[in-house]
């Protein structure tokens, strides 16, 4: 209660906001509202990832501790919550850039079955079920992001060819690989889809794997080539991409596991009084 109230005085009283901006800010005091008549009613309403000032300032404040930390956690970072070897074996599509300049893998586990854990990655996109990350801040820079806490069943079906967007101006990133509930790889090149030629190509490669004592390991893999173009380092090359792709993608593995954690507990609460 005390969060939602803090952001709903906050929200809407940054100076300076475009009007992109102040829309971001108002789905926040929208959610923030939503939540608290959500528990005077006595419901347990889930609240959004990221949403309202404290989560964005959050999110840049991890941006900007990462970005001052790099030298002494630069490396480790690429390979964050990976266990044994994951960190070097071969993923599904790999093999769309072969020799990266710069790559990430990180892992975490999820006490849920990879089908339990399939349905929040297949709805991933802007203007699907959003990223799970800091949508206040997303928004701050148009990103036009809503993060879901339910399962949509309009998403639930990725299709190899179908576009996945981050921003609604940006190159969207096309789906290769589907393989439920394992394995979804999105492919970006600019070239690719009528953008200028030679500025680079990335992955962004989600993995489940049954854990080794039940549940899940959640994979994300990113792999980055690019030209010695100054636009093409920019947006592929390791600065500042290497920090705001951790801080954001922790975010989001983080959300998915809460998720699909609590959707499988609500799922053994529910066959517990069945039974």
Known sequence: MVESLQ???ALGDIPGLRQDDRQGVEEGNIAAG?????RRLGHRAAPSPG???LAALEGAALIVWNLVATPFIGRRRLRWGTLGTEATDSLPGDEFV???KWSYTLGITIDALPEAVWPWIAQIGQGRGGFYTYQTLENIVGCKITNTT?????HQHPAVGEDIYLHPTAPPLRIEIVDPPNALVLFGSPADIGGEEGRGVSTWQYVVNPGPDGGSRLLTRGRYDYTPDW?????????PIK???????????LEIKRLAE??????SEASTSVG
């Open 51 to 53: 949403v309202g000032v």
């Open 7 to 9: 952001g709903l005085s």
């Open 150 to 154: 339910e399962i949509l069943s309009d």
């Open 231 to 239: 636009r093409s380092r920019l947006a592929f090359g390791g600065f």
């Open 262 to 267: 609590r959707d499988a507990s609500r799922s």
């Open 34 to 38: 939503e939540d608290m008549n959500s």
């Open 243 to 253: 920090v705001i792709t951790f801080v954001m993608s922790r975010k989001m593995m």
């Open 98 to 100: 072969p020799e990266p």
